[in-house]
């Protein structure tokens, strides 16, 4: 009986660590618009999708847009242009090594909602499932790309959003930046609070860039979205 009882036990255990909830829908993300060779001339699109209707607000460092609603099983977009509001003058990260303090896009809902961010303008496009915020993980690998073309504009990325305030990143990147501020290899933290954005980018493909949230002796180590890719992508033939 005892043996049974701790067979049991052992599956009850094994069922409520699989019943975790990973799925892309949510009420709460964080998103970044990265660097794009247009710079602000590019606008981001956020497709917002449900199974019920919801009501969906952008905001960027405290400026909200108008709340909109997404209707039921169909997709609603969302435009982030230099004319909206929130802009994507406030949301736009231009550096090329450092923070966007509270650039980070935060999207929230009345309901469950799958979200998928666009930055586009002509033939150069990019898009990104974003996850939310409550299934976030604390350690990434870069996947990037080497842009298309040379010199300025061109440049391989990746960004960094904080969900939280007092957040320390350790960060490994596989090429220097493009000042040659950080060596390729060579870890270096970065403190970033709740809306605030990190962007490295680089001449050079930076896949395999490490990057993981870290604890110190009084705060643990939060959750943070990344996002990696090129400023200057082609659709097409």
């Known amino acids: 009986m005892k043996k049974w009882l701790l067979v049991l036990l052992i599956l009850c255990v094994s069922f409520t660590s699989f019943s975790q909830d990973f799925s892309n829908k949510g009420k709460d993300f964080w998103v970044a618009y990265t660097g794009h060779i247009d710079g602000t001339t590019s606008r981001m699109a956020l497709y917002i999708t449900s199974d019920q209707d919801a009501i969906v607000t952008v905001e960027v460092n405290g400026v909200a847009s108008t709340p909109v609603t997404a209707y039921a099983n169909k997709v609603t977009t969302i435009q982030i242009t230099s004319s909206t509001t929130p802009s994507n003058l406030l949301a736009y990260n231009a550096q090329s090594e450092g923070i966007g303090t509270k650039k980070g896009i935060h999207i929230t809902s009345t309901h469950n909602v799958a979200v998928y961010a666009h930055i586009l303008n002509a033939a150069r496009s990019g898009s990104t499932l974003v996850i939310p915020t409550a299934v976030l993980g604390r350690e990434y690998y870069a996947a990037s790309y080497q842009s298309v073309g040379s010199g300025a504009g061109n440049y391989s990325e990746f960004a960094i959003v904080a969900t939280e305030d007092s957040t320390t990143v350790d960060i490994v990147p596989t090429q220097p930046d493009l000042s040659n501020k950080r060596a390729a290899n060579v870890s270096f933290q970065v403190k970033l609070n709740k809306g605030d954005v990190y962007q490295y980018q680089s001449s050079n493909d930076l896949t395999g860039s490490y990057i993981k ?21 082609f659709m097409g033939c």
């Open 213 to 233: 949230s870290v604890a110190s002796s009084t705060v643990p180590c939060k959750p943070i979205a990344v996002f990696s890719g090129s400023t200057r992508t």
